[in-house]
């Protein structure tokens, strides 16, 4: 069978499944600020609860997130929204995403005066920015362009299965397995957090667990997700890529069917491949048709 | 001055709003919150990340942080989104702590859409409801005063913070409570607030509970100035934690320390409460709120526009620049006590009127723009801690 993906082809080569306008807030004090820009049609504002009152690794931890995030293929262009005074500079992550390739502009409330001149800035850069995501042209590509991202609680039958389907049709293959919990892949090759995932069949460092692991997967390259949670756990989405949520159970499945897109207990590795090739290629996941905007921030240190 | 009004709820404390609640018990409820509330006036919602995943040791704080913040007397109800039926221990403990409760389980309702079908009918009700309860005169002591302080400069500990502590100490000779936090800005006051405690036992607590966050933060092998002052605290000219605790420590004025309270805790007596919480400005709100507190006020030298689903939150500027530069982010300019046109007695008693204001009903610049910043708090990193 041969099997295409259409996507968008992004300056640094890479194909993107999806073309978002991502409001990044790099502190939780711009959150409501970037709500209000990201109601600009085109645009998808995240809300997150850190990028200040950060230590240690914590604060490098936080903004490789940020970073894989605003640099991953289904993401056109980025529009920063910072405070102004939070540990994580939004000016030096504006550069930082600028410097991985991306498109991105800036916005400040403090330095622009306050909520709604930030607003007014910001919603400006959105429809500027939109306008260049143009160029990025629709694209026909073979599968080896694919990094298919992984979030699991373990090891479990059903994952092996479907990096194993998917490594044989070419695709790269990322996961995120809370560490301790990785059975066969104990020898897999290991990326850090905010690195390209490898050829063939990887894991990411320091992923976290539950849906912390879409960022993780995101910041490796990820265009799509497929979430394999164990029984009983309750679905999420990720803000700027789709998640295939597949049940752990058959009794969540019934439970919270309208969020889920596969029950895991009769759609074997195969349905759920297939699944990700069509989702890569446009048809729209459960988390993507509710709009969830889900992005939760991985902390590697309490807050000070 | 006008009589102060507020809203009596069942278990003898006050409310100065009127909100009806939308809280999500856990991350994946956050969405079916949100749409819940969308544009039904006097709803509000927040979401939050969190997974209440199996052996979180973080359990039990969060879940008294979702429990007391579903129970803020601001609240006429409260509408809990969970995942299933049969998780009812947070909406217990909410009941417990005086909220009036309601529990859907989003697995009654197949998923978000579904739940939001269901939830929507009951706002509506509950908000008529609401609206039939009038203000009524209350007394000083129904107040709980929340004080924070964030983006903190050079002027935060001469102008905006001791006047914000003038205010606090005629609110507590008045009868009422106010509550002083964020632990690590108070790490080099710690002596000052013990000598003031009410009784031993809560002077060996205020040591305690400050020395406690030192040795923790210093357990982890990362020295408090890292995040301490922040970037644009020190681009505000502050330059050491101590410096800036001092001037932070200003805002509970020189009343005695009444009680020392944990993260989330409601306190028992009236005077000035310290709450051990982090210097992180949304999850000190929340823990305070949390905690009980109807009304906040919070100083600024830098300038930020946060506030609370569910209390009035009063912004104070240290200096005029930055009033005017953030024009409609902030309330009260104490800058004017640097220009020479109020004194620190006269603005604290400036701040102490808008206050009583705010709580009559008056909206905060926060309220009007709708700000609703969430954060939940943790003691410890869900990694180090399952990694043992």
């Known amino acids: 069978m041969s099997v295409t993906l259409r996507g968008r082809r992004r300056r640094d080569g890479r194909l993107g499944a999806r073309n978002h306008v991502l409001v990044l807030p790099s502190v939780v004090c711009a959150n409501q600020t970037a709500t209000l820009i990201g109601s600009e049609p085109g645009a998808v504002a995240v809300v997150h609860q850190h990028g200040c009152g950060q230590v240690g690794d914590d604060v490098a931890h936080t903004e490789r997130a940020f970073l894989g995030s605003a640099t991953n293929p289904n993401v056109g262009a980025v529009v920063v929204v910072s405070l102004g005074c939070e540990t994580i500079q939004g000016r030096r992550l504006a550069r930082l995403i600028e410097r991985g390739g991306q498109r991105v502009a800036f916005v400040g409330i403090q330095q622009l005066g306050g909520t709604f001149k930030t607003v007014d800035h910001g919603r400006l850069a959105v ?22 991202g992984i979030a699991a609680d373990g090891a479990t039958r059903a994952v092996r299965e479907l990096a194993e389907a998917a490594r044989i049709a070419g695709a790269s293959v990322v996961l995120a397995v809370p560490e301790g919990a990785r059975g066969d892949w104990e020898g897999a090759p290991v990326i850090g957090y905010g690195q390209a995932a490898a050829a063939g069949i990887s894991v990411v460092e320091q992923a976290g667990e539950g849906t912390e692991q879409h960022l993780a997967l995101a910041g490796a390259g990820a265009q799509v997700i497929v979430s394999l949670r164990g029984p009983g756990r309750a679905p999420q989405g990720f803000a700027t890529g789709p998640v295939l949520a597949v049940a752990g159970d058959p009794g969540i499945y019934a439970a919270l069917e309208d969020d889920f897109d596969l029950d895991g207990s009769s759609a074997g590795a195969e349905d759920v491949w297939r699944r990700v090739i069509s989702v890569f290629n446009g048809e729209q996941t459960a988390s993507e048709k509710r709009g969830a905007r889900d992005f939760v921030l991985h902390r590697i240190a309490r807050t000070m | 001055m006008e009589q102060l009004t507020g809203y009596p709820r069942p278990d003898g404390r006050w409310g100065v709003r009127n909100h009806v609640l939308v809280l999500p018990l856990h991350s994946a409820a956050s969405l079916a919150a949100e749409r819940s509330a969308e544009g039904l006036a006097g709803a509000a919602s927040v979401g939050h990340q969190w997974e209440g995943i ?39 403990a909410a009941v417990r702590r005086g909220g009036r409760i309601h529990l859907v389980a989003m697995a009654d309702h197949r998923g978000t859409a579904g739940t939001v079908a269901a939830v929507r009918p009951l706002l509506e009700r509950l908000l008529a409801e609401a609206s039939l309860t009038q203000r009524r005169p209350m007394p000083i002591s129904g107040l709980v005063l929340g004080l924070e302080c964030g983006g903190s400069d050079a002027l935060s500990g001469i102008t905006a913070n001791p006047a914000l502590g003038v205010a606090s100490d005629l609110l507590v000779a008045a009868g009422g409570t106010s509550i002083l936090a964020e632990t690590p800005e108070l790490i080099g006051a710690e002596h000052l607030l013990a000598a003031r405690a009410a009784t031993p036992e809560v002077g060996r607590r205020v040591l305690e509970v400050i020395t406690g966050f030192e040795s923790a933060i210093r357990d982890l092998g990362v020295d408090v100035r890292g995040a301490q002052p922040t970037p644009g605290n020190q681009a505000g000219g502050l330059t050491t934690i101590e410096e800036k605790s001092l001037g932070a420590a200003k805002k509970g004025g020189d009343a005695p320390v009444a009680g020392v309270l944990g993260f989330a805790q409601p306190p028992e007596r009236p005077g000035l409460q310290i709450m051990d919480t982090p210097g992180h400005d949304i999850e000190q709100m929340v823990g305070m709120v949390a905690g009980g507190a109807n009304l906040a006020a919070f100083t600024t030298g830098r300038g930020t526009p946060t506030g609370s689903a569910i209390t009035p939150v009063l912004k104070i500027a240290t200096n005029t620049a930055i009033y005017r530069r953030l024009e409609g982010d902030i309330d009260l300019n104490a800058g004017a006590i640097l220009d020479g046109e109020e004194s620190l007695e006269s603005m604290g008693r400036l701040i102490y009127r808008r206050l009583l204001e705010v709580a009559a009903g008056e909206l905060t610049s926060s309220e009007r723009r709708g700000n609703r910043e969430f954060a939940i708090s943790r003691t410890v990193s869900p990694m180090t801690a399952f990694s043992g």
């Open chain 1, 127 to 148: 429809g500027r920015l939109r306008a260049e995501l143009e160029a990025d042209g629709l694209v026909e590509a073979g599968l080896e362009e694919l990094v298919l």
């Open chain 2, 54 to 92: 199996e052996g979180d040791p973080d359990q039990e704080r969060i879940a008294s942080t979702l429990a007391g913040f579903a129970a803020n007397p601001n609240c006429f109800a409260t509408v809990l989104i969970g995942i299933r039926r049969e998780d009812t221990a947070i909406a217990k």
